[in-house]
């Protein structure tokens, strides 16, 4: 199956020069969505995480069925406010600006292992802030899984020595 082929490309979005990559198309087609679900468990089957963490908000829609699949649990970072009980939050640096991301105290035992889950890696910032998230709840990280990485912004740099597996390549985006 050609999963690259199900994801629609939409030049200009959300500003010019971008080409958005819309995993929606994807994740309509039933048979695709079980094999990218699939292919995810099946590389870090040996991993045996504890818990899946889903970044906000796509990681959510990767995370649950990998969690079910994989027969653990899933953890949601969100963005600030969006979490009813205690956080710890991180603050990240985006090209024109600053974020914030936040998980329940609670969420991650000491010692857990944990595969963190996102849509895409492209700069590492977002799924960096997650990492950090996790290693202040002092769970272990067994590794990044993602549906997309765009190649040519060297995300996987700033996930060293983790193990980083993605399943769609894009180069020169």
Excluded: W
């Excluded at 039933?30 to 699939?38: C, E, F, I, Q, S």
């Excluded at 995370?63 to 994989?70: E, F, N, R």
């Excluded at 969006?82 to 090209?95: D, F, G, N, R």
């Excluded at 193990?163 to 894009?170: A, G, I, P, R, T």
């Amino acid at each position: 199956m050609d999963l690259k082929s199900l994801i629609r490309e939409v030049p200009d979005f959300p500003k010019p020069g971008i080409s958005f990559k819309d995993i929606t198309t994807l994740l309509k087609d039933g048979p695709a969505l079980r094999k990218v679900t699939d292919l995810l468990a099946e590389h870090f089957a040996a991993a045996k995480p504890d818990l899946i963490v889903g970044a906000e908000s796509r990681g959510f829609l990767l995370g649950a069925p990998l969690a079910y699949k994989m027969g653990c649990g899933i953890v949601l970072v969100r963005k600030p406010g969006k979490l009813p009980a205690a956080v710890a939050k991180v603050s990240y640096q985006l090209e024109y600006g600053q974020d914030s991301l936040e998980i329940h105290l609670d969420a991650i035992k000491p010692g857990q292992r944990v595969l963190i889950v996102d849509d895409l890696l492209a700069t590492g910032g977002t799924i960096s802030a997650t990492a950090n998230l996790v290693k202040q709840l002092k769970g272990e990280i067994v590794g990044f899984a993602f549906m997309i990485e765009l190649d040519d912004l060297h995300g996987r740099k700033k996930l060293e020595p983790y193990d980083v597996f993605s399943l769609v390549h894009y180069e020169g985006e």
